[in-house]
């Protein structure tokens, strides 16, 4: 009997992780992914975890339609648990957001037996990285301790075009060399 109980829940782990990787968050305190800069803005200021300083935290990436928030509660927030944390926006919503943890508050294992807990096992995992992906967000937790939320359709649309610009630029290199 205990082996049919012990076969039957080695069976349904599989299932009870998918299903719990299917209802990952797509962002932390009330920032969501897709959220637009003001919004994003708007929300930080309400949360004093962040550190949030206004408008100085807010930078141009390189490229087209990126901006980048940044804050840090070293001198804003030091009773919080957050660090640094990034906000990155591409044609003006939020599509990454990565949170670092102070590691002198809280540690890796905590982190990763809650998200387990929550949400199932991880998708991948190896040394520097366990994560979670469903078919809207990758959710990752980096060593030492950074938490990763992504839109999945904004990040695959990006490296699809990031390899057929690649594409282009070797065939004209391939081109050029032919010409020599």
Not at 84 to 108: V, W
Not at 139 to 162: A, C, G, H, N, W
Request: with cysteine; charged share 25%.
């Amino acid at each position: 009997m205990k082996k049919l109980f012990l076969l039957i829940t080695c069976m349904m782990l599989p299932l009870i992780s998918l299903a719990a990787q299917s209802s990952l968050p797509n962002g932390y305190a009330g920032i969501k992914l897709g959220m637009s800069m003001d919004a994003v803005k708007e929300a930080l200021q309400k949360d004093g975890q962040f550190g949030y300083r206004g408008e100085r935290d807010v930078s141009l990436l390189p490229g087209e339609n990126r901006e980048l928030i940044e804050t840090d509660t070293s001198r804003t927030a030091p009773y919080s648990f957050l660090d640094r944390c990034y906000f990155q926006f591409n044609d003006g919503k939020l599509y990454i957001i990565t949170i670092n943890i102070k590691t002198e508050k809280m540690d890796h294992y905590s982190v990763f037996s809650k998200l387990c807990e929550k949400y199932g096992l991880p998708t991948s995992l190896n040394p520097s990285k366990s994560e979670w992906v469903n078919g809207s967000v990758i959710m990752s937790l980096e060593r030492p301790l950074t938490i990763k939320y992504t839109d999945k359709q904004v990040f695959d649309s990006l490296q699809e075009k990031s390899l057929a610009d690649k594409a282009v630029i070797e065939k004209s290199q391939d081109h050029f060399l032919e010409g020599l």
